[in-house]
């Protein structure tokens, strides 16, 4: 505990919040908290015993995989901290990459994205474990306020009108089995207990839906070859309108001078654990670039697998909910739950707890109302990355809990028709990379110059290979010499 901290634990504060998990929504929902109720004393609880750096822990189960900060949630994550978070992220090794010019991106049937020398928006590019530590320390070096401890939450206190607190266990005997707090908030992931603490206090009922494509990913880690530092972010992607399953793979530059690779397939199309196989699946794409860079890589780890629901499309409607309870509010993937293939959900947990912040300033912790108010604020947000998100993965084979309506088709055979526009317009590209990057919302999609570039097509022809300049040509060109004859690639060390 900080000198700062111990402060605070002497000083009387006026009130108390809890919030539960320490993920990403939690950290910046008690960074939401910190910045707009400084005398706010928040309790972080987290059932796991989190690591003292950037390491892999069991509750986040996606934590191995592919991750993006994309340009929406970057800007609300910055918004919440008086430190900057993306400066303490690439000091670490992180990556800010440009949608614009920083990306090899292979659209699903209509060739190569260009890249623009306007740049677009931003994402940060690093390790789960990297982006959670540095998030963590950034909260707890800013907020003295915040104490951080593990305990599992059972259950609330209070009953449908109002909660006053949560029920744990497996704490530190000082904290109790009861946290008396004067606001909740659930940002515990895809595993909340939510739905079971509501109906302990009467509430029943929440709306619920899910769908699952059956993606897998499988994920390795390469050391960037020597000369390939800046090689851009390579990425082919899934095809959602063919009928097949959807089979993608990408190269994200990750600190530590790293390449993380993962592939991804649905339903009927999952790709291989065993190293052979893996970079089989990645040359038997669309274009077998991904492959061809990693064949002459050096292969730093196994590849790891993770299937199930940990990959589904999941909402829970609260703010439908015909009653509910003050000072309750969900946020994160407690509140919805996307296919990590599209990379939103870090974004909309920020988003909305930006919501939270915003209705605090304005109204304050006490009024009537809050609860709701972020809800259907946070919301919004969901709503957004669900649309992506669900109106891509009903398309697959094979998936369950729904399938394409005629809103569905629609929505895809504009889809279809913009992303082929943004092959050579950049009027097209500017409208997807904006609501893919959560920096807008689907309506952006609709505006007159996106409506025309979709109607009109691409202004350029489209080009069938990866638009690189001659040193990055070298590169790929080197490295794809070893597809002629690879050789098992085990882990080094």
Not at 115 to 138: E, F, S
Not at 401 to 426: F, I, K, M, N, Q
Not at 460 to 483: G, Q
């Amino acid at each position: 505990m900080t000198p700062a901290q111990e402060h605070y634990k002497e000083k009387q504060l006026s009130h108390r919040a809890v919030v539960v998990g320490a993920g990403i929504a939690g950290l910046v929902a008690a960074a939401a908290l910190a910045r707009a109720e400084p005398t706010l004393r928040i309790v972080l609880l987290d059932r796991d015993e989190l690591p003292e750096g950037p390491e892999n822990r069991r509750g986040v189960p996606q934590g191995q995989h592919a991750h993006l900060l994309m340009a929406g949630g970057l800007s609300a994550l910055e918004s919440l901290f008086p430190v900057s978070v993306q400066d303490r992220l690439l000091a670490a090794g992180a990556h800010r990459i440009a949608l614009g010019n920083g990306m090899l991106a292979r659209t699903p049937d209509s060739g190569w994205m260009r890249r623009w020398r306007w740049n677009g928006p931003h994402m940060i590019t690093c390790t789960r474990a990297l982006l959670d530590w540095v998030v963590r320390q950034a909260l707890l070096d800013s907020a003295p306020n915040v104490s951080l401890h593990r305990a599992t939450v059972d259950g609330l206190l209070g009953d449908a009108e109002r909660v006053h607190g949560v029920r744990i266990s497996g704490a530190d005997p000082a904290l109790g089995s009861e946290v008396k707090a004067d606001l909740v908030i659930d940002a515990s992931g895809r595993g909340s207990g939510s739905l079971k603490w509501l109906s302990g206090i009467g509430i029943d009922g929440v709306e619920e839906t899910r769908l699952d494509s059956g993606l897998t990913n499988a994920t390795r880690i390469y050391r960037t070859p020597a000369g390939a530092e800046s090689f851009p972010l390579t990425v082919v992607q899934a095809n959602p309108y063919d009928g097949r399953p959807g089979r993608s793979a990408m190269v994200l530059p990750i600190e530590g001078n790293r390449w993380m690779v993962s592939a991804g397939g649905t339903r009927g199309g999952e790709p291989p654990h065993d190293p052979e196989g893996f970079l089989r699946y990645t040359l038997s794409l669309p274009h077998p670039i991904v492959g061809q860079l990693i064949s002459g890589a050096e292969a730093l780890t196994d590849v790891v697998v993770s299937r199930g629901r940990s990959t589904c499309n999941a909402r829970r409607y609260f703010e439908r909910a015909t009653r509910w309870p003050e000072r309750f509010i969900v946020l994160g993937d407690a509140l919805a739950t996307f296919n990590p293939a599209y990379g939103q959900g870090m974004s909309v947990a920020a988003l909305g707890a930006r919501v939270l912040a915003r209705e605090l300033r304005q109204h304050g912790l006490t009024s009537p109302g809050l609860s709701r108010r972020v809800l259907h604020g946070a919301a919004r947000h969901v709503d957004t990355a669900w649309a992506t998100a669900v109106g891509m993965d009903v398309l697959y084979p094979g998936v369950l809990g729904g399938e394409p309506g005629l809103t569905d088709r629609v929505a895809a055979r504009y889809a279809r028709r913009l992303t082929r526009a943004a092959t050579g317009s950049l009027d097209a590209a500017a409208a997807l990379w904006d609501v893919t990057s959560l920096r807008a919302s689907p309506a952006r999609v609709l505006r007159p110059k996106a409506l025309l570039a979709a109607a009109t097509g691409p202004l350029l022809p489209p080009i069938s290979e990866p638009p690189l300049s001659p040193s990055e040509r070298e590169v790929l060109d080197r490295l794809k010499k070893n597809v002629e004859s690879p050789v098992t690639s085990r882990p080094a060390g």
